[in-house]
């Protein structure tokens, strides 16, 4: 096989999907202050972090969140995917300046697609960080 074949034999189409596993995702007030106190004071918003939070399902679906844990952040879908656990949810805080020029702290929960964790089992993402070659 040629390169070009190779990379045609993987090519994959990669969409939106449609419906989540997780419905809603509720906070525990004091776990989130202390994970957007710890990117303001720490980081000052100058790097986007995400956390997986550990949470309860309940039989409907929803997801109630007692604790955020900020892992590496090259292992965003390797825990999802390793789990097992479809209603696996991740959240970024993130900064945001309103209409009266007020900074507002929003956490965003996401979910790795299908897609994504089935891309990550089949090993089409770089697990590894190299060291960069730095030429004199």
């Known amino acids: 096989m040629t390169m070009e074949m190779c990379q045609l034999a993987k090519q994959m189409r990669v ?11 509720s906070f525990n007030r004091d776990c989130a202050n202390a994970f ?9 918003f100058a790097i986007k972090r995400g956390g ?4 309860t399902v309940s039989n409907d679906g929803k997801v109630e969140v007692d604790f955020i844990y900020e892992p590496p952040q090259l292992q965003a879908v390797e825990y999802p995917a390793k789990s097992g656990l ?3 949810v991740t959240a970024v805080v993130k900064l945001e300046v309103n209409e009266d020029m007020v900074a507002d702290v929003n956490f965003e929960p996401f979910q790795m697609s299908d897609v994504c964790v089935k891309l990550f089992k ?11 070659v730095v030429k004199l």
Do not use: R, S
């Open 15 to 25: 969409a939106c999907q449609e419906n989540p596993h997780c419905q809603l995702v």
């Open 36 to 44: 957007q106190h710890y990117v303001i004071d720490t980081l000052a």
């Open 52 to 55: 997986f939070m550990y949470n």
């Open 86 to 88: 479809k209603e696996w």
């Open 122 to 132: 089949e090993g089409w993402f770089e697990t590894e960080i190299k060291a960069p």
